[in-house]
């Protein structure tokens, strides 16, 4: 059974850097059909596509984010990461790992969420 | 980003049926699969129909999906209360280089 579990701060200062992790069980990362993303939610942009990763570290990031966001992966500790730079209050929503399947162009598998806010 | 257009909301009463659209372009639904999730108040997304037509294990057969041209549809035959929740729809768009997701329909039970 896959699982994925998102972790870290739920508080950033604007102008800061957003760091999370999450971490996959029940899976490999190497596994060349699928990718390794990162959604997030909030009330004004409803879900929005972040970016994702695949294995051999080709990425495809959501054009508004990619002067400031960095996705990388982590196969031995089953774990991939995504860096936000320079947040600002509309970076606060609820942010989603998943994963994605390349072929079929689905999220199939979610992590349950975690809430950050931007905010001094 | 999101350029799928969803109804804001739709309702039946149970035992009914309802159909959810999915508006988009060349660039996405008419090129790629449709996926839709299912969304409960506090929850992650799950995963509900994918390549347009399929569901994966342990989704109920009153759920459907289907797609012609630029416009995909969710059918949801036999509503039942507990299928009270917000349903998104997503694909992927060539022109943008990543996935998008339909602007989310609430289902309310009558």
């Known amino acids: 059974q896959v699982q994925l579990q998102e972790s870290g701060p739920g508080l950033v200062k604007p102008s800061e850097t957003l760091s999370l992790t999450c971490s996959l069980s029940?899976?490999?990362?190497?596994?060349?059909?699928?990718?390794w993303g990162w959604v997030r939610q909030s009330p004004v942009r409803g879900l929005e596509w972040i970016g994702c990763i695949d294995d051999t570290g080709n990425t495809y990031y959501n054009s508004s984010l990619k002067s400031r966001l960095t996705l990388s992966v982590d196969p031995s500790k089953t774990q991939f990461s995504l860096i936000l730079k320079s947040v600002t209050a509309s970076d606060t929503a609820l942010y989603f790992c998943l994963r994605y399947d390349l072929v079929s162009a689905t999220c199939d598998y979610w992590g349950q969420g975690i809430q950050v806010t931007v905010s001094s | 980003q999101s350029v799928l257009t969803q109804p804001p909301s739709v309702s039946a009463a149970p035992g009914q049926r309802v159909t959810i659209s999915c508006s988009g372009g060349?660039?996405?639904?008419?090129?790629?699969?449709v996926s839709w999730y299912q969304q409960f108040p506090g929850a992650a997304p799950k995963l509900l129909i994918y390549?347009?037509?399929n569901r994966p294990s342990g989704i109920p057969g009153r759920f459907s999906g289907s797609k012609s041209g630029t416009y995909a549809t969710l059918d949801i035959f036999g509503l039942q209360t507990e299928d009270e929740a917000d349903y998104y729809c997503?694909?992927?768009?060539?022109?943008?280089?990543?996935?998008?997701f339909g602007t989310g329909t609430k289902v309310t039970v009558l």
């Open positions: 060349t660039s996405n639904i008419g090129n790629s699969y």
């Open positions: 997503g694909t992927w768009d060539a022109i943008l280089g990543g996935y998008i």
């Open positions: 029940g899976d490999s990362i190497r596994r060349s059909a699928y990718s």
């Open positions: 390549e347009t037509y």
